[in-house]
């Protein structure tokens, strides 16, 4: 049990000038669960790994319940880690391989043999003990590298995208039984993922990075409502949220038929240095759709994608003169055609962005 | 072997190959037959085959290499060497070398490869030393250099009165190395040499095994960090388990070689060494056949070479599968 400070960490790779993690802040709770997402690139692999202990923090620190870590070797910090790939053993048996770290620091054998049985009933692993990793499916692996992150009872879990290499149903699955298993063990974890959904679903706080720098810390309730700027806005989210920069007026933005009325306080945040411009943003599912006199957005239905329960309208609309992208969340038992014209009015006030740095203008 | 395990596990009985589907012989699969297995099966009894048996047949024979009768003796040549005290004692010589020089050389050879692949700095990524390719590079220069040479020149290095090394000893102020004769002296001549074979041996087996070491997930040397193992508890909890089939291979063609070993001697022991005391029976072999003129005598000792080396390869894998190194269910 231990919190986890990211004091503006750093890590710059040899023979680059960029930083893979910039100047990262980041303070998580004892017991908490934080996801680190991000797309392919982002650096989120690269701060968990600084946690570790398997990449060296070049500026800043890193510091476990208080405690200066940042040069500390890997085994000093206690720490767990699960791979993307588990990184089992290859020669020890299933139950070898949970007890390897505990031989490693000359716990009684009687002792190694309770946690590992303790730590296998937990994931349903008694029957593959004598196994070796060869000779299990993919879920049971990945239930071992749990397993073998449990029985250390360290003070924090590391989770390097570990569901990534389990088929879709067996994800959502083994996705709540982490969930849930950290909640029973209380064990402060930080997860990385690229899935936003896992990210959503899992975390008690989530938090988003882009070319190492970290764009928002929230709860993903927050982080869904109240995105902190164009990119997490279109990262949180599936299908993404509608994200478009039209022109900014005297009170409000215009998008294409629509009139997005705006107070004068966001009006003028807007405009800083914008250029005439603002870049409004709703959700697929905060759209409803219209009569043709009801002053709605125009839009030509290009494709319909049925999901039983609801449907994905994908279409095109004109926007001061640019045809652009818009993609809609309705009613899966009444959908429009493909070809017909259908008109959108968001349900609720849009989010707004500056146009120029991104950041959300609230008001 | 492999066969019968398949068909225990998955409980069914053993059906004969080929019978049921047997297809019918065409002129396209008869030649095809001919040319594929037939030419090949030919090279290999007329080049390969053939003189392993009339070597058998020499080695039961008097044949001194240049007349054209012969007699045969039966098993006379091998009474023969049992009672040949500088055969044992070059059969002693061979063995000597087939047992130490393997050995050394895997594990200097393994210690070196996981160094300069997993023995770097304890925090940050699992890692090699600094500059680790150029000690590999290096490493691997002997094994370019042919093993005659490798002789000749550590002939001259040992020479008790102009050799390099000497001059380093009595400088160091080891005056008792002045004009010490190391190849001359029959209590040093065999571990000289064998120092020699095991500094040329070295480098290959180490870019082998560092092959092998780098064809292991990444991740498991992370994750064995993490689990608080030690450098050199990782190499041999990890790495020798998981690179077994190499070291194994290593171990035989090691064997072979140093069972052997006749360029080593030939060129820094061309007469045995002190009181025969580096002779292996390559060596003995040689000169029995050619300067004293005993082909069929000579013959035998080829012979016992032969089942020394395949009783070698025999112990190899046996020891092998003793320790556990065959894993037979993942096998299929």
């Given at each position: 049990m231990a919190t986890v400070t990211y004091d503006a960490a750093s890590r710059i790779y040899p023979g680059s000038t960029k930083p893979a993690v910039d100047a990262l802040n980041l303070d998580i709770e004892d017991g908490e669960f934080l996801v680190l997402v991000g797309p392919s690139g982002c650096g989120k692999s690269t701060s968990l790994r600084m946690l570790a202990g398997l990449e060296d923090v070049d500026r800043g620190a890193i510091l476990i319940d208080g405690k200066d870590v940042s040069n500390l070797p890997p085994k000093a910090r206690d720490i767990a880690m699960v791979f993307q790939n588990y990184a089992l053993y290859p020669h020890m048996t299933v139950f070898d391989n949970m007890a390897f770290a505990l031989k490693l620091r000359k716990t009684p054998k009687s002792e190694i043999e309770r946690r590992v049985k303790e730590a296998a009933a937990l994931l349903n692993l008694q029957e593959y003990l004598d196994r070796k990793p060869k000779a299990l499916s993919g879920g049971q692996r990945q239930r071992v590298a749990m397993g073998r992150a449990i029985v250390r009872e360290p003070q924090v879990f590391l989770m390097d995208e570990p569901l990534s290499n389990l088929d879709a149903k067996l994800r959502v699955q083994t996705r709540s039984q982490i969930a849930a298993l950290q909640?029973?063990?209380?064990?402060?974890?930080?997860?990385?993922?690229?899935?936003?959904?896992?990210?959503?679903?899992?975390?008690?706080?989530?938090?988003?990075?882009?070319?190492?720098?970290?764009?928002?810390?929230?709860?993903?309730?927050?982080?869904?409502?109240?995105?902190?700027?164009?990119?997490?806005?279109?990262?949180?989210?599936?299908?993404?949220?509608?994200?478009?920069?039209?022109?900014?007026?005297?009170?409000?933005?215009?998008?294409?038929?629509?009139a997005v009325p705006l107070t004068r306080e966001a009006v003028a945040k807007a405009g800083e240095g914008a250029d005439g411009k603002v870049t409004v943003g709703f959700r697929p599912e905060d759209v409803q759709l219209v009569g043709e006199g009801d002053g709605g957005l125009s839009m030509t239905v290009d494709l319909v994608e049925e999901l039983g329960s609801d449907a994905y309208v994908y279409g095109r609309a004109d926007l001061d003169g640019a045809e652009e992208q818009f993609v809609i969340r309705t009613d899966g038992r009444h959908t429009p055609n493909m070809g017909d014209t259908v008109y959108l009015k968001p349900q609720s006030t849009p989010h707004i962005f500056n146009a120029a740095t991104g950041e959300r203008i609230d008001g | 072997?492999?066969?019968?395990?398949?068909?225990?596990?998955?409980?069914?009985?053993?059906?004969?190959?080929?019978?049921?589907?047997?297809?019918?012989?065409?002129?396209?699969?008869?030649?095809?037959?001919?040319?594929f297995l037939g030419v090949p099966l030919v090279i290999f009894l007329v080049f390969v085959v053939s003189p392993f048996v009339q070597a058998i047949y020499y080695s039961l024979t008097d044949w001194n290499g240049f007349s054209a009768t012969m007699n045969f003796v039966g098993a006379g040549n091998f009474v023969k060497l049992f009672q040949d005290d500088t055969f044992l004692l070059s059969l002693r010589n061979s063995v000597i070398l087939g047992l130490v020089v393997p050995f050394v050389t895997i594990v200097l050879a393994l210690a070196l490869a996981c160094v300069v692949t997993i023995g770097g700095s304890g925090t940050g990524a699992v890692r090699g030393l600094r500059r680790s390719s150029l000690y590999r590079v290096v490493s691997f220069f002997p094994y370019a250099v042919p093993a005659v040479v490798i002789g000749i020149i550590w002939a001259q290095i040992y020479d008790p009165s102009r050799g390099i090394l000497n001059a380093v000893l009595t400088s160091l102020g080891f005056q008792r190395a002045e004009n010490y004769p190391w190849l001359g002296d029959s209590r040093t001549a065999m571990a000289a040499t064998i120092f020699v074979i095991v500094w040329s041996f070295v480098g290959f087996y180490m870019v082998l095994f560092i092959a092998g070491i780098r064809g292991i997930d990444p991740e498991i040397f992370e994750s064995a960090r993490l689990d608080g193992a030690s450098r050199v508890r990782t190499a041999w909890s990890l790495v020798v388990p998981l690179i077994r089939d190499n070291v194994q291979t290593a171990y035989i063609y090691l064997g072979i070689a140093s069972l052997d070993s006749f360029v080593y001697m030939a060129a820094m022991n061309p007469d045995g060494g002190p009181q025969n005391s580096t002779l292996v029976m390559s060596q003995d072999l040689y000169i029995t056949a050619f300067t004293k003129g005993q082909f069929g005598y000579a013959t035998s000792m080829g012979v016992m070479l032969a089942v020394v080396t395949l009783v070698f390869a025999a112990l190899v894998f046996i020891i092998n599968g003793v320790t556990g190194g065959r894993d037979k269910e993942g096998r299929r």
């Open positions: 909640a029973r063990l209380g064990t402060t974890t930080v997860y990385v993922t690229h899935d936003q959904t896992e990210a959503l679903t899992m975390g008690h706080r989530v938090a988003v990075l882009k070319d190492g720098l970290l764009q928002q810390v929230d709860t993903p309730r927050n982080m869904y409502d109240k995105p902190a700027n164009v990119f997490v806005a279109g990262f949180i989210g599936s299908p993404a949220m509608n994200i478009k920069t039209v022109k900014l007026g005297d009170n409000g933005a215009v998008l294409g038929g629509l | 072997m492999s066969s019968s395990a398949s068909t225990t596990s998955t409980g069914r009985p053993a059906r004969p190959a080929g019978r049921g589907r047997r297809k019918r012989l065409t002129f396209d699969r008869v030649s095809f037959f001919a040319v």
